[in-house]
């Protein structure tokens, strides 16, 4: 029997990624974001939605660019730290000692220290609430070897991403492998043969 | 040293939504989608992004309403079923034996098996490119009784949902607490004094 629980942003699993962006002095700013995902195949893109009091919110806005990290499970206090504070008080770098790198492609800063990361352009906002949307077309994804087999193959396992469970407030790793996507639903085709 | 992939859709994690909608006739289907997640805490709302070529994508078009539904790691293979088998051929919910259950809230019916489902109706849809975004909002969240204390309060322990891995098509289970959200990352707010 389901029992109603209301109007809530419950929804399992929710990333934890780590967005960054300059803001107009050309100062990094990194911050936690759980409301965000793929949106979209050809072109590659994500979506992530911020509220407009961060300071994030102005800079992508600004300079149309961001970046996603992904942080490994061993990063979790850190991760939380960009959640917390904001940089229009602190200077997230300076505190956690992370590093800010150049991207390549887009004007926004990606983090050292995550071994996986995405450079993002803005092609589309929409504002929907509490929360706006920015879509970033996935201009580059750059992975530290650490992290890759010997054929340069990425490897979620050493990635190690963990998940935030919302109104929960907790942070969960990752388990084992269950399975190969596209393949081992096969069973229930023959089924219906 | 990063090394650049090119251009694609890798973040993880990305989660494994079920996504119920009602044909033109009546007929439930049920498919699984991995590019979503919650995208507004007000209204609260949760992002979808389906080709036109689905089943669902037409659903969710004239019906202007769906459901999320979180499967647990013991059900990977009827998920994976789900993301491979088109609705326009096969009646899913009868090849799986699963049960569309009709909501209350929204013209979409959701999944009995899922002990975590969320009512959402449309409110605005963006064509990005391959994939169109759908925003809903969500109007109830159920869960069932085995997933929450004797308080009524939901554990992601209990739900055990798992997350798909983009390029590396494999699925993966949850695992254990890393900390508790808004709090964990506060050694730093004091060390910034």
């Known amino acids: 029997m389901k029992k109603s629980l209301g109007a809530k942003t419950i929804l399992y699993p929710t990333p934890t990624l780590l967005i960054g962006s300059y803001d107009e002095a050309g100062k ?3 911050m936690t974001a759980a409301w965000g ?3 979209c195949s050809i072109p590659p893109c994500v979506a992530v939605s911020l509220r407009k009091a961060t ?3 102005g800079n992508m806005m600004n300079r149309k ?3 996603v990290n992904i942080p490994s499970e061993n990063q979790v206090a850190v991760v939380d730290f960009f959640g917390i504070a ?3 008080k602190v200077d997230k ?3 956690s000692g992370w590093t800010p790198v150049k991207s390549d ?3 926004a800063p990606f983090v050292k220290e995550c071994s996986l990361v995405l450079e993002c352009r803005v092609i589309h906002t929409y504002e929907i609430g509490l929360h706006t949307q920015f879509i970033g077309e996935i201009m580059d994804v750059k992975a530290d070897d650490s992290v890759m087999d010997e054929n340069g193959k990425l490897l979620p396992e050493k990635v190690k991403p963990f998940f935030y469970a919302p109104e929960d407030h907790r942070y969960f790793g990752m388990g084992g492998e269950l ?3 596209h393949a081992i639903g096969k069973s229930f085709i023959k089924t219906s043969g």
């Open 28 to 30: 990094p700013n990194v």
């Open 37 to 39: 995902g793929v949106c």
């Open 55 to 57: 300071y994030t919110y």
């Open 65 to 67: 660019a961001f970046t």
């Open 86 to 88: 904001s940089g229009k």
């Open 93 to 95: 770098f300076a505190v």
């Open 105 to 107: 492609l887009v004007d």
């Open 179 to 181: 399975g190969k996507a």
